[in-house]
């Protein structure tokens, strides 16, 4: 059983190894080696305990966990960043990843869902998130009713990298959606 609950600063080391390693597997061949390899969990664990301890946080991280093995997911919600890239007044999913070993379980839906009530309940009508459009866990947005919204290029590591904004426009009405879509009922998402 799945349990999400708010990240705690004790949970700061394992979300930095949770996200240095998703980097280095979903972005190898993306984004430069030297980049990936040039990640620290250490650096990474820093910035976590400084982003969990400061009260001028943008947002609230959210952990996945599971019985045996711990936390094994994250994800990063608040409300949409203001600027020329917000396509919806709402909620911005800023960070999802589940540990490459965890993925196709149904973590990363559960992130999600997780992530809309959070929105839901600061009143909070619509959704958007970026991703890597190279990024194979691209589609996953599209399973779960993403559409798309937009395009920008960023550049990362010296690299100019394509990137597609995807919405929920209607976020009680995804969040119903997904609910009809349970693994229970063999359609299973993330």
Request: glycine share 12%; proline share 4%; charged share 25%.
């Amino acid at each position: 059983m799945i349990a999400i609950r708010p990240a705690r600063l004790e949970d700061a080391a394992t979300l930095a190894r949770i996200y240095v390693e998703t980097w280095r597997d979903t972005y190898a061949g993306i984004l430069p080696d030297q980049m990936l390899v040039g990640m620290s969990d250490v650096r990474h664990a820093a910035a976590w305990t400084h982003e969990l301890r400061g009260d001028d946080r943008f947002g609230d991280t959210l952990a996945a966990e599971l019985p045996n093995d711990g936390i094994v997911g994250l994800a990063t919600v608040g409300a949409t960043r203001r600027g020329s890239d917000s396509f919806v007044d709402g909620g911005e999913i800023y960070r999802l990843y589940v540990s490459p070993a965890f993925q196709n379980r149904g973590i990363g839906r559960a992130l999600m869902l997780a992530s809309f009530d959070w929105m839901l309940a600061r009143k909070l009508g619509a959704a958007m998130l970026w991703v890597v459009a190279r990024n194979p866990s691209r589609f996953f947005y599209e399973r779960l009713g993403g559409i798309k919204l937009g395009e920008r290029t960023e550049h990362m590591g010296g690299t100019a990298v394509h990137e597609i904004a995807y919405g929920w426009p209607d976020l009680k009405a995804a969040r119903e959606r997904l609910d009809s879509l349970s693994p229970r009922a063999g359609r299973g998402l993330g």
